[in-house]
Structure formats: C-alpha cells, structure tokens
C-alpha cells in the first residue's frame, strides 16, 4: 500500500480545530525557538499538528540534505518520502504510532513532561546515508490533550543503528524502552556515571589528553585509562568522542 503524509498523523492525535485561547498561547513562541536555534549545533523543527507540516525549520545544516531551511518547510512531511529509506520510512511510520498509543494512555496534566528519542537514516543529495537521533517533545496541548505543536531536535545519532525507540519524562530515572522484535515496552533504569567519569569527561570535553587529566585530578594517567574504559563499556561506545557526544545528548553531566 502506497504511503502518504497523512500516515504520520494518528487519529488519537487528530487536531481539527485549536480555541482562540490556545491560539493566544502560542502567538510569539518562535521567537524563543529562534533564539535557542542560533546557540545550538543542533537542528530544529516544529511540528504543528493542525496543519500538519512544519512551522519552523532551522537553519542548522544536518537536517536540511542539501535544502535551504525555507525549501525544507515548504516541503513538510514529504522531505521523508525523498530522503528516508523505505525501511527506516517504515520504521518511522510504527514509531508514530508506537508513540502516540504510549501517550494516550497518559495523565494529561503529565503529557508536557515527556519526549520520545529514536535514530533513523537520512540520505543527503550525495547519496551518503547518516544515521540521526531525533528528540520529539510536546511544547503545546489542545483542551483536550492532544500535541498541537512539538519540537524535534536532530543531532548525529551515538548508536550503530535505526530504532532505539525510548520514552523518558523530565527528572525520572526510568527510560521506557520499546523491544521493536518483540513489540513491547520495558523499563530500563537511566546510566548513571559516577564521580570520576563525570570528571574525566568534563576534563575531556576541554581537550585534555589522557595525562593531563591524571595530573589535574591527582592520579597516574592508567588509572584515566582504567575509568575510560569502564566509562566506554557503560556507554557502549569506542572513543572519547563518541563518549562526550553520547552523555551530552542523553543529559548524563
């Protein structure tokens, strides 16, 4: 069966008509989203569900494949039609639904306290594929609940591959984790780094090498050695780089 735009829209999350309050709300959040956009690396978008397309795409460049930030709006939901590979663009299609059934079944007054994170591919106009994470949270709610507008921030994605699929509300511990082979959701507790990892990091992100960190915090650099590579197996990652990106993107320093 033929896909078309409308696929990504639930009918849990049908949003016909938004009330003059609602409206008065939203009336000059962009300019906040504008802001943020211009201090981040990251790219950003805004869903609106009432229209169903984008309200805003940032100028930021690993979202656009090669687009202008302008082209990318205009073209809304088709931009994965042409840069999604049809089993990442299906993956994208059970998420939305996957998602949308979690958030039905929560309290409303709950709703804006939650984001769901996911990695997909994106082909650019050089044909190179890239794997991305994209966060998806709530900014506004209708009366009765439903997401009228979300944000999405899109950064390279730390995993090896499409999925990935968690759901995670502000200040918990706990990420719902949803078993795509097995089509379930579990609860996995949120990595917790210790200490001494978070200090190596924070010395790592500034550029120190291995043995300036040991000297900063008193230590040979094997033990450095030592905490980098319980830090890497907890991440499940390979290199400091991928470590820094993996913690910053999870909000684990």
Request: net charge positive; charged share 30%.
């Amino acid at each position: 069966m033929k896909k078309k735009i409308d696929d990504f829209f639930s009918i849990k999350n049908s949003v016909d008509s938004i009330l003059d309050e609602e409206r008065k709300k939203a009336a000059d959040y962009l300019s906040a989203v504008k802001a943020f956009a211009r201090v981040t690396y990251k790219s950003i978008y805004i869903i609106d569900y009432e229209k169903k397309g984008f309200e805003y795409v940032s100028e930021n460049p690993l979202f656009l494949c090669g687009h202008t930030a302008e082209e990318v709006q205009k073209m809304g939901y088709a931009f994965y039609f042409n840069y999604v590979e049809e089993k990442d663009l299906d993956l994208l299609l059970s998420i939305n639904t996957i998602g949308f059934d979690f958030y039905d079944k929560l309290p409303i007054e709950d709703r804006l306290h939650y984001t769901i994170s996911y990695d997909f591919h994106i082909e650019n106009k050089e044909s190179k594929k890239i794997l991305i994470n994209q966060k998806l949270t709530p900014i506004f709610l209708t009366s009765e609940g439903k997401i009228w507008k979300a944000m999405c921030i899109v950064s390279l994605s730390t995993e090896e591959k499409s999925g990935n699929i968690r759901i995670y509300r502000e200040g918990d511990n706990i990420i719902n984790y949803y078993d795509l082979k097995g089509n379930y959701w579990k609860k996995i507790k949120k990595i917790e780094l210790t200490k001494r990892e978070k200090e190596i990091l924070r010395f790592s992100i500034r550029g120190f090498t291995i043995n300036e960190i040991a000297k900063s915090i008193f230590v040979c650099s094997d033990t450095v050695k030592f905490h980098r590579k319980k830090l890497f197996e907890k991440l499940e990652v390979a290199n400091i780089a991928e470590a820094i990106s993996y913690t910053i993107n999870n909000k684990l320093i």
